[in-house]
């Protein structure tokens, strides 16, 4: 195809590709897509993103997703021209991604058990609309802004609402939000409706949601912006970007991520896969996937709980006929995902393949933890002097359970993402309220 960057299949038996400028989010044969690139990027783009640390004005510089245009550059631009970064690149004034980094919080380090010097939490809380979803939005919305697209349509529980409300009024084009009736984070929801935004109610959960608006957008000319968009997938590479480019490309043993609908366990698998055939990075950090008991299907299906059958990626050879059994049991017994921490509440994710995929190309693993750990982990991130969801709490009581079972050793270098700020203000307060709660601050009479 012309032009370095195209579409290609994730499926290796089929591998169709489509030019850059498709809207698809699944080939004909309806398997998921990746941004593919022919050139290997130079290592010296290291001291390139390094010197852009210093703006110098230029808001792509100062932008955490941006800073890295060079190994996302599916517009095909000059990334050294500002008029065509400024013709092409959606940012908000620079603000995606900018003061995301890793943090040391040596009081989580000491409930989790571990040495403070090796653990790192990166809170994605700092983006503009409170979460990690600004990364990739800013990318999906540039490639529908590339393609002429008119409204953005995505499904949510939450975080994405409030960042495909946010970018759409900032690029003055319409946006629908299909969300499950009742089940969104009440704070989110009115950052949606702030923005313009168009909700759309759903009965059902967040995968119904999630089906009617993919249904939606193809038929009513619609662009989705749900991390089904290969090019959603490309903004959150910049997440471990920076965490490695902070350990000055040093790779850690672990990434650890709360797992949902994957979206970020799949960019992260692209990320590292492209950054060791690039050369970038000799050693793969593995990547551990910490689902809600309540939402469980990733760590259900990869520790062979249902049907005794260990679901692997298998060299892009899955059984998925293993997952539409799982999910034909979820429907038949009536299970629906149940979790306080909605972000993650998601009982189909829609990225599940990818997701595979990184777990087998990194040795990674998925585990659950139950939603008063995940307050816990909430909890003392908090008392570290840092904001989180209850979502972002996976990470923390993730990392503390893979200690105790000795999966991750006490030595193991590991960054673990808080994907993002506080959206249910009741949570904290009804935690605290509770003086049976481990961390719990009760207010005195």
């Known amino acids: 195809m ?5 579409l ?15 809207i698809r989010v699944q080939c004909e044969k309806g398997h998921l897509l990746d941004v593919k690139y022919k050139k290997i990027p130079s290592q010296n783009l290291k001291e390139v993103f390094y010197e852009r640390r210093n703006s110098q004005g230029n808001i792509f510089n100062e932008s ?12 095909q631009i000059n990334t050294e ?3 065509e970064c400024s013709k092409f690149l959606v940012s908000l004034d ?20 571990t040495l403070s010097d090796n653990l790192w939490l990166q809170p994605e809380g700092y983006n503009p609309s409170g979460s990690f ?37 900032n690029e003055d084009i319409d946006c629908d939000v299909y969300i499950p009736a009742g089940q969104i984070a009440p ?5 949606a409706y702030q923005f313009g935004a168009q909700i759309v109610e759903v009965d059902g959960n967040f995968d119904d949601a999630l089906k009617q608006s993919l249904e939606d957008a193809q038929n009513h000319n619609g662009y989705t912006v749900n991390s089904v968009n290969p090019f959603r997938i490309e903004g959150q590479k910049t997440i471990p970007f920076r965490a490695l480019e902070y350990l000055n490309w040093e790779e850690p043993d672990w990434i650890v991520y709360p797992g949902g609908a994957l979206g970020n366990t799949s960019s992260c698998g692209k990320a590292l896969m492209e950054l060791h055939e690039w050369g970038w990075i000799k050693k793969i950090p593995r990547i551990a996937v910490i689902n809600s008991e309540g939402a469980s299907t990733l760590s259900d299906l990869h520790n062979g709980k249902f049907e005794e059958e260990e679901l692997r990626w298998n060299k892009g050879n899955p059984n998925v006929e293993l997952i539409s059994r799982y999910y034909d049991h979820l429907d038949k017994e009536g299970l629906r995902p149940k979790t306080k921490a909605t972000a993650i509440q998601i009982g189909r994710p829609a990225n599940i393949l990818k997701g595979l995929r990184a777990l087998e190309f990194t040795n990674g693993i998925a585990t659950t933890v139950s939603d008063s750990e995940m307050l816990d982990g909430m909890s003392i991130v908090g008392l570290n002097g840092f904001d989180c969801e209850m979502a972002s709490g996976a990470s923390v009581v993730g990392i ?11 030595d193991d270098v590991v960054v673990g993402i808080l994907t993002g700020r506080q959206k249910d203000a009741m949570l904290p307060v009804d935690y605290h309220n509770d003086p049976q709660n481990r961390f719990a601050r009760p207010p005195k009479n």
């Open 8 to 22: 290609r299949c994730i499926d290796p038996q089929c591998g169709l590709e489509y030019p850059i400028d498709s």
């Open 64 to 75: 955490g997703v941006w800073r890295f245009r060079d190994l996302l550059n599916f517009c």
């Open 81 to 83: 021209d500002t008029s």
């Open 400 to 410: 503390k359970k893979l200690i105790k079972e000795e999966i991750i050793k006490k």
């Open 2 to 6: 012309d032009g370095d960057a195209f």
């Open 187 to 191: 704070g989110k929801l009115s950052q």
């Open 94 to 113: 620079g603000s995606e991604g900018r003061q995301s980094k890793p943090y040391q919080m040596s009081k989580v380090a000491e409930f989790i058990g």
């Open 133 to 169: 979803k600004d990364n990739g939005m800013a990318t999906a919305v540039t490639h529908a802004k590339m393609v002429g697209a008119k409204k953005i349509v995505c499904a949510s529980t939450g975080n994405t609402s409030a960042s495909a409300g946010m970018f759409a009024a």
